[in-house]
């Protein structure tokens, strides 16, 4: 961590700024655009979506054959593949009924702060406990996985 570029942190800030006023300017910081794509009413949110999937797929491609490794942090371009296992289904059978009912996703949750809408903090405060549950329930895991091996 102490051999990231000066610039790592505030770098991440400003694009933190521009994602969030690029959520609030297209109104995807609104649970109710959320929640009429989800009923199909709107189907602009599929359009962000897609956009952004498609320029992180291109960056994804050609970033690292145009530098060995990140220029902010140093480290190597390479695909990090993770098992696609129990946790992963029900994390996301969770993330998604949560979505569902509060209408909006952790990083636009933020941004609908920035606009006014006050009520979506019980939305993270379901945001963070469950966070905080996962947690939890994984270094309980662990620490019996540990105990198990080291029992032998």
């Known amino acids: 961590m102490a051999d990231r570029h000066p610039l790592f942190k505030p770098l991440i800030f400003v694009g933190g700024l521009i994602f969030g006023f690029g959520l609030g300017f297209s109104h995807m910081a609104r649970p109710e655009v959320v929640l009429n794509f989800l009923t199909f009413d709107d189907l602009g949110l599929p359009f962000v979506m897609f956009g952004a999937a498609i320029v992180s797929g291109i960056a994804f ?51 609908s702060l920035g606009v006014g809408n006050v009520t979506i903090l019980w939305a993270l405060a ?27």
């Open 61 to 111: 491609a050609l970033l690292p054959r145009i530098r060995d490794a990140a220029p902010l942090t140093g480290d190597r371009y390479e695909r990090r593949l993770k098992p696609f296992d129990r946790n992963v289904l029900v994390g996301g059978a969770i993330f998604g009924v949560g979505w569902g009912l509060s209408g909006i996703c952790p990083g636009a949750a933020y941004a």
């Open 126 to 152: 379901g945001m963070f406990l469950g966070a905080y549950l996962q947690g939890y329930w994984r270094s309980r895991s662990q620490t019996r996985e540990t105990a198990a091996t080291g029992a032998d």
